[in-house]
């Protein structure tokens, strides 16, 4: 993309131009990326309450709950497909929005499409090199389990912007993954680290006070932990749906932003190294005579009276 560089997240970044840009950007463009977000949030929370969990609280039988789980294998996948391809129109919109106000959410979604499925391929990779990281995380205990963790969504955060940008292609978006990623690795990760505590925090707090009309229900069930249906029943309360779903829109669209940040920052500053070695610039090279130091004008006028 020639215009990528107009992009406004486009630039070198710090970890405060990090928090800066990301700020302004969402509230710049707040109203649509709430309403953007709600929609899709809204249809991810009725397709879950679609899902009976009702049935669980009625069995004892740990071999019979497990026997009966198989049964939410399938629509489980059903919804991470879907919040699969919210998340693929999203990162469409984020990215071209900024640079072309004629593409809309109607002509992203259709745009976003043809990166739906290498995105997905990509995805399932992630996840059994996602799992035996994780594995290995656990031999050294809590620690290893959190930084893989850490690893892995700084990997994740890259995908489908190196996809976006530098083209549909499975085997490239691996490599340029892996190459932006692991560049500046340890910046990478402290700022991956410090923005998922901040998002973690921010989620809990929105949820807390979405939570407070039903505190009601909460108290039932914390006084009678037996009884789950006040609970169950509260997910599928049309309120409870719609302040989760804004809970939620608050925050998704913050999970794109922050991704396009770091892939632009490793691109900004893979661009600043490679700009110098393609110069054919005669002033930059050095010369023989720049070795040696110039004589003073004293000097020189000394030399006049002698002579």
């Not at 992009?7 to 707040?30: A, E, G, T």
């Not at 912007?161 to 085997?171: D, L, R, T």
């Not at 090279?285 to 004008?297: G, H, M, N, T």
Request: hydrophobic content about 50%.
């Amino acid at each position: 993309m020639d215009q990528i560089t107009n992009h406004p997240l486009y630039r070198k970044h710090n970890i405060d131009s990090v928090m800066s840009s990301l700020w302004d950007f969402y509230k710049s463009r707040f109203l649509a990326l709430f309403l953007i977000s709600l929609v899709l949030s809204l249809i991810l929370q009725y397709a879950t309450t679609l899902i009976n969990f009702k049935e669980l609280k009625t069995i004892t039988d740990p071999l019979v709950m497990l026997e009966k789980l198989k049964d939410f294998i399938l629509p489980m996948i059903i919804l991470t497909l879907v919040s699969l391809l919210f998340s693929t129109i999203l990162h469409y919109y984020i990215l071209h929005n900024p640079l072309d106000r004629s593409c809309n959410i109607f002509i992203c979604t259709l745009k976003s499409l043809k990166y739906y499925i290498p995105y997905l391929i990509i995805m399932i990779l992630l996840a059994f090199f996602g799992s035996f990281v994780i594995a290995l995380g656990i031999l050294v205990l809590i620690i290893g389990v959190i930084f893989s963790i850490i690893y892995i969504g700084m990997i994740c955060f890259f995908i489908l912007p190196v996809m976006m940008v530098e083209g549909p292609h499975i085997g490239n978006t691996i490599v340029r993954t892996a190459s932006l990623s692991h560049r500046n690795f340890w910046t990478n990760i402290g700022w991956v680290a410090v923005f998922l505590v901040l998002y973690i925090i921010i989620s809990i707090i929105l949820s807390g006070i979405c939570l407070i009309p039903f505190a009601g229900s909460f108290m039932k069930t914390f006084m009678n932990p037996q009884d789950t249906s006040e609970i169950i029943n509260l997910t599928t309360d049309p309120i409870f749906l719609f302040l989760s779903s804004a809970v939620n829109a608050l925050t998704m669209p913050v999970l794109p932003i922050f991704g396009f940040i770091l892939y632009f920052n490793g691109r900004a500053r893979e661009e600043d190294i490679q700009i110098p070695l393609s110069g054919s610039d005669d002033n930059n090279r050095v010369r023989v005579e720049d070795l040696y130091a110039k004589p003073r004008i004293e000097d020189d006028q000394d030399i006049g009276e002698k002579v």
